[in-house]
């Protein structure tokens, strides 16, 4: 039975309950992050909670726990839960309110829940063969609307491009800007490569700046290959030698085929391996220690227990 944290409280899932007045389940009024634990460590921690907090902020939703306290909430939920390698998911939603859609009506009331469990995005055998995926006719967000770099729990338009995926009988869809450039998929950031360039979107096109394509990034330019963020189109795509998707859940998984087009020849490249290569050792080899002064197995205490003040700031 696996142990959430909800509102200062441990609680076994079954318990984990929010209310259906709560403005996250309302509205999909929150924000959220997706992070990883590999080998006892939470890769790249601190930027994930630092994005969650400038997502808060960009929607007037305050969070009283410090980022100090929310990083150990995660580290402990995977201690309650005796985890070493793990998908966390952490939502932060506006809380209870009333059926309007007045945000100041919740002030006060903000939750925060954290879950630690396992994830597997894709199955093991497309991560060695790769992927085939469409290009979808749901455009991204538009940035005037609401930044792109919130990492909202409106998840919608991402879910409308994935039933194109489903009803194409592929498992990911790339999704356009409005100006018809390549933005993302349903839930990765992808990458190309062209003539050995290594070839992302640019942020201006309306793409959430993941934590792991920053990590790829690092890794890649690292490994000595020019990494351009750029403006994509379909004749980009088309045309790639090679083309991957990065995500906390997805990690690095190379695609073989769009609309029907081979990329390259159909195989999974070697830039695309050799990145993956050194992703994978990497995330095993840093990150925010889950079990500093335990070890696993190590009883914990009660399951329900407070941890660090949950009273929202009244402004």
């Known amino acids: 039975m696996s142990v959430i944290y909800l509102n200062g409280q441990y609680v076994p899932a079954e318990e984990a309950k929010v209310s259906v007045f709560d403005h996250c389940f309302l509205y999909g009024d929150g924000v959220f992050e997706g992070i990883r634990a590999y080998n006892g460590r939470v890769f790249r921690l601190e930027e994930h909670i630092d994005r969650l907090y400038d997502s808060a902020k960009a929607i007037w ?8 306290e929310m990083m150990e909430i995660v580290a402990e ?3 309650r839960n005796n985890l070493r390698d793990a ?14 859609l007045d945000p100041r009506k919740c002030h006060g009331n ?20 790769g992927l085939k995926v469409i290009t979808a006719a749901t455009r991204r967000n538009y940035g005037e609307v609401l930044a792109p770099q919130v990492k909202s729990c409106n998840y919608l338009p991402n879910i409308m491009a994935k039933i194109e995926a489903v009803n194409a009988g592929v498992l990911e869809a790339i999704c356009m800007s409005r100006e018809g450039y390549v933005a993302e998929c349903t839930g990765d950031n992808i990458f190309l490569v062209k003539n050995g360039v290594v070839k992302t979107p640019h942020s201006a096109v309306g793409i959430l700046l993941g934590v792991t394509r920053n990590a790829v990034i690092d890794v890649a330019r690292n490994a000595g290959y ?90």
Not at 118 to 125: A, D, F, M, N, R
């Open 61 to 68: 939703l305050p969070i009283s726990l410090s980022k100090e």
């Open 87 to 100: 998908y966390i998911r952490l939502v932060v939603g506006r809380g209870v309110g009333d059926l309007g």
């Open 226 to 315: 020019v990494v351009e963020e750029t403006f994509l189109n379909r004749w980009d795509i088309y045309t790639a030698d090679e083309i991957f998707l990065t995500g906390t859940a997805a990690e690095v998984i190379p695609v073989v085929e769009v609309d029907l087009r081979s990329v390259g020849d159909g195989k999974p490249g070697p830039v695309t391996k050799r990145i993956r290569d050194v992703f994978s050792k990497l995330v095993r080899s840093e990150g925010y220690e889950i079990y500093r002064d335990a070890r696993p197995h190590e009883k914990r205490g009660p399951v329900k227990d407070f941890v660090g003040c949950h009273e929202e700031n009244e402004a």
């Open 77 to 79: 939920t995977c201690r």
């Open 110 to 129: 903000t939750s925060v829940v954290c879950i630690a469990a396992s994830i597997s995005l894709y199955p093991e055998e497309f991560y060695e063969k």
